[in-house]
């Protein structure tokens, strides 16, 4: 793997992050014939990476399990369980996007190392502005992100990655809340925590679009939501009338939650 441009990687789940993530590889040099990509046969997810110009992409998971140098993880936590029989050699570097699911979880499902990264919206990625977490630190995933132009920051407390997860939300939730006062005690309330926070807070003051519609606000922000996610929790809590400091609470329990119900499932299937 002497030149990053031309390692493997393949992409399991090609949904609002994983076409993202492929669109940003390809713009920053990496080969499209060394990139993979699946999904999971919905028509309008093949519609647009149809679109994107990436049908030539599309394989197998097994094949991307057996062949590709790193791959990144971007299908729901709730669908993990669906990869739990895959094989690959022990030189994979396999790196989970999900949100909520610990290495403990996904140590007992893939029985290999794994690492865990955290990147913002799709847009932010897009435009270049995108910021990004990585646990455990590993030289070539911090690598990729970095030739992805993402802005990297280092995580030494895996608890943290929930804070993280809370902070590249920001950007919506922003959008929804008008009381200044209750979003700066809130951010300095969680930044007490984790002085990360009060940086995603700077970055998000910055790149939080402006919109003259709705309907494009509406879809800026449905690209950030995975469903039964963070951004979910969060922007429901606000839309329902909530303090600032209360949806992000609820954003980073749901992190939690998510952890918590995968380790029942797992407990069950034993
Ligand atoms: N959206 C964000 O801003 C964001 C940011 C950071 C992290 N994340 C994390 O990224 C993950 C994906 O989020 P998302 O918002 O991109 O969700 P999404 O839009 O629902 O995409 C999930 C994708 O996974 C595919 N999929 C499901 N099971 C699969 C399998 N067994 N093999 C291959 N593909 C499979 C789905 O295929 P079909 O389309 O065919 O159903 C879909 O394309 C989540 O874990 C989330 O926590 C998201």
Redesign the pocket.
């Known amino acids: 793997m002497s030149d990053i441009n031309n390692i493997k990687i393949g992409i ?7 076409q993202a993530i492929a669109e940003s590889l390809i713009n920053h040099e990496f080969r499209k014939e060394n990139i993979l990509i ?5 028509p ?2 093949y519609k647009k990476i149809s679109q994107l110009g990436l049908t030539s992409c599309i394989s197998e ?1 097994k094949k991307i399990f057996n062949e590709a140098d790193v791959i990144f993880i ?4 709730q ?1 993990i369980m ?2 739990k029989e895959m094989t690959f050699s022990k030189n994979l570097l396999i790196v989970s ?4 699911l610990t290495i403990e979880i996904l140590k007992s499902i893939f029985k290999t190392n794994i690492f865990r990264i ?5 847009d932010t990625i897009a435009s270049e502005k995108g910021v990004a977490a990585l646990y455990p630190y590993n030289k070539l995933i911090c690598s990729i992100l970095n030739k992805m132009n993402l802005r990297t920051f280092e995580i030494s407390r895996e608890i943290d990655m929930n804070i993280f ?1 809370t902070g ?1 939300c920001l950007p919506a939730a922003l959008l929804y809340e008008k009381d200044k006062v209750g979003i700066k005690e809130a951010v300095d309330e969680i930044g007490l925590d984790c002085s990360i926070f009060l940086d995603l807070y700077d970055w998000a003051k910055k790149v939080v679009p402006s919109f003259n519609t709705e309907t494009k606000k509406t879809q800026y922000i449905s ?5 039964g ?3 979910e929790a969060i922007i429901d809590s606000l839309k329902s009338g909530e303090k600032f400091i209360t949806a992000l609470r609820k954003g980073m329990a749901r992190g939690n939650d998510i952890s918590q119900e995968i380790k029942q499932y797992l407990l069950n299937s034993k």
Do not use: E, F, Q, R
Not at 118 to 122: D, I, V
Not at 223 to 227: Q, R
């Open positions: 399991i789940g090609c949904g609002h992050l994983g699946s999904y999971k046969n919905n309008s997810t998971n971007a299908i729901k936590p669908d669906s990869l996007c999900a949100a909520g955290m990147l913002s919206g799709p997860t590249v690209k950030m939501i995975t469903k996610g963070i951004t």
